[in-house]
């Protein structure tokens, strides 16, 4: 199983990215999927996650300007980031918890700067 992640970039302060993410490979189930981030010099920390059956959660700083949502029939997930600041750059990663085990896309790199 992999994830493929991306449409990271640069961006302007209030501007809008998408991120998304596949997975592919021998793929049964897929439970959570999410969006984390890492910030130079921080700690990976949770942006937003979403159930299979929809239910999101997003981590305080992001919401209201953050959208996860997901196609289970083509196993993706999506982050629409609106309203970017510049304490939003980062490195986000995806992650799936696919058929028991947790998986990691590549990183993107958000970068949002005037």
């Known amino acids: 199983v992999q994830l493929q992640a991306s449409g990271g970039g640069l961006v302007q302060p209030g501007g809008s990215l998408r991120l998304s993410c596949a997975a592919s490979?021998?793929?049964?189930?897929?439970?959570?999927m999410a969006w984390y981030r890492q910030a130079p010099g921080k700690r990976r920390e949770l942006a937003a996650t979403?159930?299979?059956?929809?239910?999101?959660n997003y981590a305080d700083s992001v919401k209201g300007r953050f959208t996860i949502s997901r196609d289970n029939a083509k196993n993706t997930v999506n982050l629409q980031m609106n309203s970017l600041k510049l304490e939003d750059t980062a490195v986000y990663y995806c992650?799936?918890?696919?058929?028991?085990?947790?998986?990691w896309g590549q990183g993107t790199q958000v970068t949002v700067s005037s």
């Open positions: 979403i159930t299979s059956g929809g239910i999101t």
């Open positions: 490979g021998r793929i049964f189930s897929v439970s959570v």
């Open positions: 992650y799936a918890a696919v058929n028991g085990y947790q998986y």
